[in-house]
């Protein structure tokens, strides 16, 4: 049983290249969700998904387009990657709304230059 | 809207003393609150969490309790130890909502 996966653990990017973060859990879980992590802002929701087949914006999803391939997996698009976006990328889950507790993933360190 | 408050940290403690991290939240309604913690290098756990007024919830030797009247959920430990140090997150969630309304975190820093 191994949680919530990300790969990769670490990803150098040039300004305006694209890439595809993965996510994905094995605990049956209906929600998902991506976040990033900046220093000294807390987290903050880029996307969500309630459900296997939607996908909802969070607070900061401009530059970001997410697809929720099936109920396990949960992925994240950078189409043309800008500075900004140099964070800590984590993903979670969850196995409904409100109060259910999310399990996060170990995180994505992406470095945009 | 919802918030969630922290105080700012660091937080540095030696290995043995009572900590109290407070957390202040605003909502509309009756949310469940959450205290997640984060170690270095690593993604978020949840350490305890609370879903109605006058709960306490409690694991690791660390407990908060949802106080309605005051809207608080202080986390508070007798005897921290080295192994405490990481990065500590309040969060709250209003059960119609799939989104964790986030504080902006506390480092707490345990010296030996």
């Known amino acids: 049983n191994a949680g919530v996966t990300q790969t990769p653990k670490f990803q150098v990017l040039k300004t305006g290249q694209s890439m595809t973060l993965q996510c994905a859990q094995d605990?049956?879980?209906?929600?998902m969700y991506w976040y990033r992590q900046d220093p000294g802002m807390g987290l903050r929701l880029i996307y969500y998904?309630?459900?296997?087949?939607?996908?909802d914006k969070g607070e900061v999803p401009n530059g970001y387009n997410v697809s929720r391939l099936n109920k396990r997996e949960f992925s994240l698009r950078l189409e043309s990657a800008a500075p900004s976006q140099t964070s800590v990328y984590f993903c979670?889950?969850?196995?409904?709304?409100?109060?259910?507790?999310?399990?996060f993933g170990p995180g994505t360190r992406l470095l945009v230059l | 809207g919802n918030s969630v408050t922290q105080m700012e940290g660091p937080v540095t403690l030696s290995e043995e003393a009572f900590l109290t991290i407070n957390c202040t939240y605003t909502?509309?309604?009756?949310?469940?609150l959450f205290w997640y913690v984060q170690y270095p290098g690593e993604g978020l756990q949840l350490l305890l969490k609370?879903?109605?007024a006058d709960d306490k919830g409690s694991n690791k030797g660390f407990e908060a309790t949802y106080r309605k009247e005051t809207t608080s959920f202080h986390l508070e430990k007798g005897s921290v130890q080295v192994s405490d140090s990481a990065v500590y997150f309040c969060?709250?969630?209003?059960?119609?909502?799939?989104?964790?309304?986030w504080g902006a975190g506390t480092k707490l820093i345990i010296k030996p």
């Open positions: 979670a889950s969850s196995l409904g709304q409100g109060g259910w507790t999310q399990y």
């Open positions: 909502a509309t309604g009756y949310p469940s």
């Open positions: 998904s309630a459900s296997e087949g939607t996908t």
């Open positions: 969060a709250l969630s209003e059960d119609s909502n799939y989104q964790l309304i």
């Open positions: 609370a879903t109605k």
């Open positions: 605990m049956n879980h209906n929600s």
